[in-house]
């Protein structure tokens, strides 16, 4: 580059530095007082998550806003604009497809690796291995069972469980074929993916493929990266995170609802709080049962305090409260603050989305910060590790290592008096069940539903954080606007805990409902925002949309039915691997707060789009106003309503107390 185009290059480089600053302001760090009140109060400065976004600002051409970056060889970086290329010739379009291809790779392994070892839980639980563990739902193993084509006949439970084990663990290492899990989904939908050759045929391999292809000098066609990237996100969807959350249901249970409190203000001033924070929850699931236990509650006492409070964050915390109740004190962006109240004796972190400034935080507070995972260890952290088969033992320690702990506390406690009611626990086998009783459980009456217009659609707005806009804010935004004109909104992940804080997954939510969901909800008992766990879980949705199908006269396929996918807020790599699995199999997804990396590149947005619209009939792209977004679901939804000729509103019939009854008894 001669001297001129390099300063033409920095000064190009500058202003969209300068207008993206602009554009990303945030003028109000979060929607949950609780958050704002601890940041606020905070009488000497300490780094947060917050003020670091103040002070650095994201990089537009690593971002791929105004750009791209390539440094997948050492003779890059390479900054490319539409026009230019990297030293090797490979085109903006390229790099942007093998970036989202990596990033999806990153996300699709946390989400599967998480699910192999809920996999090999599983085998050694058989074993009677798994200290304090035992298969807690039979039904749920039988049925798993019967997906992955394993016999039940004259065989114990611990010799199924044994074999699903195995099976499961197999479809990591499958090398050729097809993975079981996606004859869950319609007919049609495997035919779509048989028909582009996206199956996935093992999840690891998929994973390993997408990394070679995007290494340098391999793929370099846009379409045929991205192709792979599907295969390895469906690898996700239908493989690692559905077996996580069959596998989790078996171990633990089946949610079913229940009723809790979330925010802050669920932390004790009197008691030990231990704050359960990432993804795995078996060591979480043990920590929780035995906080109650007498032995230890007496223990607690003698140190001074007055009994032991098991509280959580992000996907643990999902976990735990769907089978257990335990409070989700705060999502991504509350982990920090949650030390910052003074009161936490312990935070337990076992793997994914665990700040690294969690480490100097606690040593700043008398926090012990305990790392559980031989795969996450943090600098300044106390080392405690979970291997499978000493979950009751170490539970035991880790407990009372917290309960030592509480003679410690030093600093000023500062606990916010925000805390709200919720009601979480909505499996897709219990939102069968609620709609149809116990005898004749069946999606008919949600069908019906959607059919006569009462329900518009069903929206899921799943994921992330991000501190690069206002905490919760969007998450919030969506849920009210969208059940407020009839739309059912399903909620994993950060953005369950968002709605959660915010007072509106109780029933009395159906105050803000429109007529027609409301009268559903009411007649169900259920809330309009369905709280239906950890990320993971989001496989749940795909087994929900699926029994939709099945269950008729809404389409052969997941693309026919009114549904979307939103992620306001998302930041991990593993929501791009999410919105990949939902729009490959048929469903409009929009994320907004911060792009996708590939929004500099027109082609790639065409392909995801367009292409992805005409192939999957689902499709990803990003609208970074809220509003645009919310008309764009809309009208997705609408249209697929009058493709089904269903948008023709009924006469709106008032339930009388049989009617209600007959919905109840279907
Ligand atoms: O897996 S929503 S910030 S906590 S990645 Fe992480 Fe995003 Fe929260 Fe759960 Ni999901």
């Not at 085109?91 to 989400?111: D, F, M, P, V, Y």
């Not at 033992?393 to 009372?400: D, H, M, N, P, V």
């Not at 693309?559 to 998302?570: F, K, M, Q, T, V």
């Amino acid at each position: 580059m001669d001297k001129d185009n390099l300063e033409k290059d920095i000064k190009l480089n500058q202003q969209n530095s300068q207008e993206y600053k602009v554009k990303n302001t945030v003028d109000k760090i979060s929607t949950d007082e609780a958050v704002c009140n601890i940041i606020n109060s905070m009488e000497e400065e300490i780094s947060t998550i917050f003020s670091r976004s103040k002070s650095l600002k994201p990089c537009p051409i690593g971002s791929a806003v105004s750009g791209i970056c390539c440094k997948n060889c050492s003779m890059g970086p390479c900054r490319v604009r539409e026009n230019t290329t990297g030293l090797c010739g490979a085109t903006l379009a390229t790099i942007a497809a093998r970036n989202l291809g990596r990033h999806i790779a990153a996300g699709a392994s946390a989400h599967s690796d998480h699910g192999r070892d809920m996999a090999h839980l599983l085998a050694l639980t058989a074993q009677n291995k798994a200290e304090g563990l035992k298969i807690k739902d039979e039904l749920k193993l039988f049925r798993l069972a019967k997906n992955l084509g394993i016999s039940t006949n004259d065989r114990t439970v611990n010799e199924i469980a044994a074999e699903v084990a195995e099976k499961s663990l197999s479809l990591f290492g499958n090398q050729t074929g097809e993975i079981d899990l996606i004859k869950i989904a319609p007919k049609k939908r495997q035919d779509i993916w048989r028909k582009y050759n996206v199956v996935p045929r093992g999840i690891d391999r998929e994973v390993v493929e997408m990394m070679h292809r995007t290494n340098m000098g391999v793929d370099q066609d846009p379409e045929n990266i991205l192709d792979q990237a599907i295969r390895t996100a469906l690898s996700d969807g239908w493989g690692g995170s559905m077996l996580g959350t069959e596998i989790t249901d078996i171990l633990f249970t089946t949610p079913v609802p229940l009723a809790a409190k979330s925010n802050l203000g669920m932390l004790k001033k009197d008691e030990v709080n231990i704050v359960i924070h990432g993804h795995e929850p078996t060591l979480s699931e043990i920590i929780a049962e035995l906080s109650d236990q007498e032995e230890l509650v007496q223990y607690a006492k003698s140190k001074g305090a007055n009994g032991i409070n098991v509280v959580g964050i992000c996907c643990t915390a999902n976990e735990v409260l769907m089978r257990q109740g335990v409070a989700p004190i705060g999502n991504f962006l509350s982990q920090e603050a949650a030390i910052l109240t003074g009161a936490v004796e312990l935070m337990v972190v076992d793997i994914q989305c665990i700040m690294q400034s969690l480490g100097e935080l606690a040593k700043k507070y008398h926090t012990k910060l305990v790392t559980s995972s031989p795969k996450a260890k943090i600098p300044g952290a106390i080392h405690m590790e979970f291997n499978e088969t000493n979950g009751v033992t170490l539970a035991k320690e880790i407990i009372k290592t917290a309960i030592d702990n509480f003679k410690n506390r030093k600093e000023k406690i500062c606990i916010p008096e925000i805390k709200s009611d919720l009601i979480a626990g909505f499996s897709h086998e219990y939102i069968r069940y609620m709609l149809g009783g116990r005898f004749r459980e069946s999606f008919r009456p949600l069908n019906d539903g959607i059919i006569d217009g009462r329900i518009q659609g069903i929206v899921a707005i799943v994921g992330c954080n991000n501190a690069r806009i206002t905490h919760d804010d969007y998450h919030n935004y969506l849920a009210k606007e969208l059940i407020k004109r009839d739309y059912l909104v399903v909620q994993t992940g950060c953005g369950a805990i968002a709605n959660a804080k915010c007072g509106i997954m109780v029933p009395e939510a159906m105050e803000f409902a429109g007529e027609g969901l409301r009268s559903i909800c009411e007649a169900v008992g259920i809330p309009p925002i369905l709280h239906l766990g950890s990320c993971v879980d989001n496989s749940r949705i795909l087994t929900i949309a699926s029994e939709i199908v099945k269950e008729g006269g809404l389409g052969e396929d997941i693309s026919d039915l009114p549904a979307a996918g939103i992620a306001p807020e998302w930041m991990s790599e593993k929501a791009l691997s999410i919105g990949t699995y939902f729009a490959a199999s048929g469903v409009y997804v929009a994320f907004s707060g911060q792009p996708i990396p590939i929004e500099s590149s027109q082609e790639v947005k065409k392909i995801m789009t367009e292409g992805w619209q005409e192939k999957f009939g689902g499709q990803l792209e990003y609208i970074q106003d809220i509003d645009l977004l919310l008309e764009k679901v809309i009208n997705v939804i609408q249209a697929k309503r009058k493709a089904l000729k269903i948008d023709i509103k009924k006469e709106r019939v008032l339930m009388d107390m049989e009617a209600r009854r007959k919905l109840q008894d279907v």
